[in-house]
């Protein structure tokens, strides 16, 4: 069973920045994409950025230009630098995996909360 485990989330003013880490309990050389999604009060779960495992990076149209999703290999983890924040990123969110096989796995999601 694999474990994905977000942090890094928290309070932030608008404007500021965050850092989330979600921590694979394997390898993440067993994913084909690695992604961040998120869901606010009232509202679906939305894609927010994904890395395939060659590197290519997708983004929502709401976060190009302010969020940054990386992986590090090594560490079997995967980061999102999210920059210059708004009310409406504020959401719950969650790290998604992808097997080679189709398999899904989340993690339980790291509050953001964007203030005024």
């Known amino acids: 069973q694999v474990q994905l485990v977000e942090s890094g989330g928290g309070l932030v003013q608008t404007g500021g920045s965050l850092r989330l880490s979600c921590a694979a309990s394997?390898?993440?050389?067993?994913?084909?994409?690695m992604g961040w999604y998120r869901q606010a009060p009232g509202k679906q779960r939305e894609l927010v950025a994904t890395?395939?495992?060659?590197?290519?990076?997708n983004y929502a149209d709401s976060v190009k230009g302010r969020f940054t999703i990386s992986r590090d290999n090594a560490k079997n983890t995967v980061y999102l630098q999210m920059n210059s924040l708004n009310s409406e990123d504020t959401a719950v969110y969650y790290c998604?995996?992808?097997?080679?096989?189709?398999?899904?796995?989340w993690g339980r999601g790291t509050q953001v909360t964007v203030s005024s």
């Open positions: 394997r390898s993440i050389f067993n994913f084909d994409v």
């Open positions: 890395i395939k495992s060659g590197g290519n990076t």
């Open positions: 998604n995996a992808v097997s080679f096989r189709s398999n899904y796995y």
